[in-house]
């Protein structure tokens, strides 16, 4: 394992003492997040998560609400991509439509560093770069899906 995957698994411990990363990277069996996803994305929690979104979707039909699912990535260095494949027919099941940036996301900002797409130093989330591209990709999906142009004559 080298100081890139330290990098990307630990990054804001990276950013203050990248030895330290490197240690936690080669010392530790235990991974928090990725257990804690695998049971976000065990099969049974998709089976419920699946009859959860059903019944929002009925929700929202019979409520003459239009609706859509917008899919954005916390980082580009994590295994969003893999989960986004996993949950796509699940919502496709559901009877939603979805928006998945994420491949727009990565074809942008793909030479960037994670210090320039996470928020702050202390915050690894989505920062301004990402999250614009999200609004960019989201508005061009509601204009072409007239979802402004409906809004717009309800508020009329």
Known sequence: LNASDAAI??????????????????????????EWLDKIYSEQNL????????????????NNIKS???MT????????????????????QAGFQYLDVYDSVESKF??????ELQA??????????????FADETEIYLQQNNYLSKLHKKRL
């Open 47 to 62: 089976i419920a998560y699946q009859k959860v979104l059903s019944q929002f979707h009925e929700y929202l039909i019979q």
């Open 68 to 70: 859509f699912i917008v």
């Open 73 to 92: 990535p916390a980082s580009l260095h994590g295994s969003d991509k893999k989960h986004f494949n996993i949950i796509k027919p699940i919502i496709n």
């Open 9 to 34: 698994k630990y990054p804001n411990a990276y950013k203050v003492w990248p030895g330290l990363a490197r240690f936690l990277l080669n010392n530790t069996n235990s991974d928090a997040y990725s």
């Open 110 to 115: 793909k030479n960037y560093s994670i210090d």
């Open 120 to 133: 702050n130093p202390a915050n690894g989330h989505p920062g301004n770069l990402m999250t614009s591209e």
